[in-house]
């Protein structure tokens, strides 16, 4: 299970790494992830419209074994973005550390 908003800094950080397809997308969350996170078709979908929507996705169609896919690529505002959520998420994660203890180390 997902926190609320860790879908989408999921999304722009594996888009990061550089252009990617929504397949692809899911299945590198999965894996980046020790198969704890998996993206279904019914979150990943609406979530990449909605990043595009706030101009944090841009995409471009490209070919690839003789079908069309919808690569995803971060804009100037995704990346300020994504470091935006990646402070938060740190900041959040080092009050929860602070109540769990060091008995709850993060790895």
Same mark, same amino acid.
């Given at each position: 299970k997902l926190f609320s908003g860790t879908l +989408?800094?999921?999304?722009?950080? *594996? =888009?990061?790494a550089g252009?990617?397809?929504?397949? +692809? =997308?899911? !299945? @590198? *969350?999965?894996? !980046?992830?020790?198969? @704890?996170? +998996?993206?279904?078709?019914?979150?990943?979908?609406?979530?990449?419209?909605r990043l595009q929507? !706030?101009?944090?996705?841009?995409? +471009?169609w490209r070919e690839a074994d003789g079908r069309k896919r919808k690569y995803y690529k971060l804009t100037a505002n995704g990346r300020k973005a994504l470091e935006q959520k990646k402070s938060e998420w740190a900041e959040f994660a080092r009050? *929860? !550390?602070?109540?769990?203890?060091?008995?709850y180390g993060m790895a």
């Open positions: +989408e800094m999921l999304i722009l950080e *594996v =888009i990061s252009p990617s397809y929504g397949y +692809e =997308i899911a !299945q @590198r *969350v999965i894996g !980046q992830s020790g198969e @704890r996170f +998996e993206l279904r078709e019914g979150s990943l979908y609406p979530a990449l419209h929507r !706030q101009e944090l996705l841009a995409h +471009e009050g *929860v !550390q602070g109540i769990l203890g060091d008995s």
